[in-house]
């Protein structure tokens, strides 16, 4: 019902606003047409590009609620990998959980925060490391935009709706792989210097998604509208 209902609003719309590639995808899939689709990222507000990072060697982060379509259940394996491998790392989850489900074995080895205040959250990231996201799926993850702000290497999925590139500002990982997702992990904390690299294209690549950028975005995409109207 929810498919055909977003179907027919498609049908009638002029332009269809999409936040990302992966968003995109599966509007066309579903009958989108491709002639309607305009692609216009969110934003952040560009105060999180003023933050001077501190990163810890060996901090991984998340944040958001913890769940299965968040990943964190690959996260949690990746975790265990690690540890069994003697990588010396800690991983932090940041975010709303439930306190039984992550007792369970399937989620065991990360280090669970909760949800904090907004102003312990940007702490988080300018102590961390590494940011990583295991998403099944997501229209387009403000969080890692944040990361990226904060110098933060992204090691994310395709289905993240990411603005990340592969192995430029981090990593593209396959949904649903806890192996590559520790490998990845380990090797941003073995090479320091690429880890120094991603995080200076990380810190460039969020210049390119504020607030003021996703305005110009938008207004460029109507204004493509209104061409074709006259």
Known sequence: MGIQRDQEQWSLADLILSPSEFVSSEIISMGGKTERLALVPYGIPEEWLAHQPNPQPGRVLFVGSVGLRKG??????????????????????????????????????????????????????????????????????????????????????????????????????????????????????????????MSENARKRAKEFTWEKYEDRLLTALKSLEAQVR
């Open 72 to 197: 964190n259940h690959y996260l949690a394996e990746a975790t265990r990998i690690l540890r069994r491998r003697g990588v010396q790392c800690q991983v932090r989850v940041v975010g709303p959980y439930d306190s039984e489900a992550i007792q369970r074995p399937e989620f065991q080895g990360p280090t669970y925060i909760g949800q904090v205040p907004r102003s312990q959250v940007l702490t988080e990231f300018l102590l961390a490391d590494i940011f990583v996201l295991p998403t099944l799926s997501e229209g387009l993850a403000l969080v890692h935009l944040e990361a990226m702000a904060c110098g933060l290497p992204v090691i994310t999925t395709p289905n993240c709706g990411s603005v990340v590139r592969d192995k430029i500002e981090g990593f593209i990982v396959p949904i649903r792989n806890a192996e590559i997702l520790a490998d990845r992990i380990e090797q941003l904390i073995t090479d320091p210097g690429l880890r120094h690299e």
